[in-house]
């Protein structure tokens, strides 16, 4: 199994930036995708991003586009989102998660982290 523990969350201005961590740790962690969802409370959970650990390639809903970066230390088990000109739509908790496949569908993944609480002030 795979263990995830995301961290840098917090309380940001409208334009502000956040980098979300993510660390992976288990059995064969470095041979999954990895991706970010977010959920606000009563609203339905969306894919953000994704990557690949070996291909490096990435993958984002539009709503991010130009705006969030996902991004991976391969020698850390970390992966990251970098989040530049923050909204107050973005406000949310966002989950850290793991799957066999290079996908934005919820079921793809397999494993899910804790989540950390991301709010943007206007």
């Known amino acids: 199994q795979v263990q995830l523990v995301e961290s840098g969350g917090g309380l940001v201005q409208a334009g502000g930036s956040l980098r979300l961590s993510c660390a992976a740790s288990?059995?064969?962690?470095?041979?999954?995708?990895m991706g970010w969802f977010r959920q606000a409370p009563g609203l339905e959970r969306e894919f953000v991003a994704a990557i690949s650990w070996t291909g490096g390639r990435t993958l984002y809903t539009d709503s991010v586009k130009g705006r969030f970066t996902i991004s991976r230390d391969n020698a850390k088990n970390t992966v990251y989102l970098q989040m530049n000109s923050l909204k107050p739509e973005d406000t949310a908790v966002y989950y850290c998660?793991?799957?066999?496949?290079?996908?934005?569908?919820?079921?793809?993944?397999?494993?899910w982290g804790q989540g950390t609480q991301v709010t943007v002030s206007s």
């Open positions: 998660a793991a799957g066999n496949a290079y996908s934005r569908y919820y079921s793809s993944y397999d494993y």
């Open positions: 288990g059995r064969t962690f470095s041979s999954y995708v």
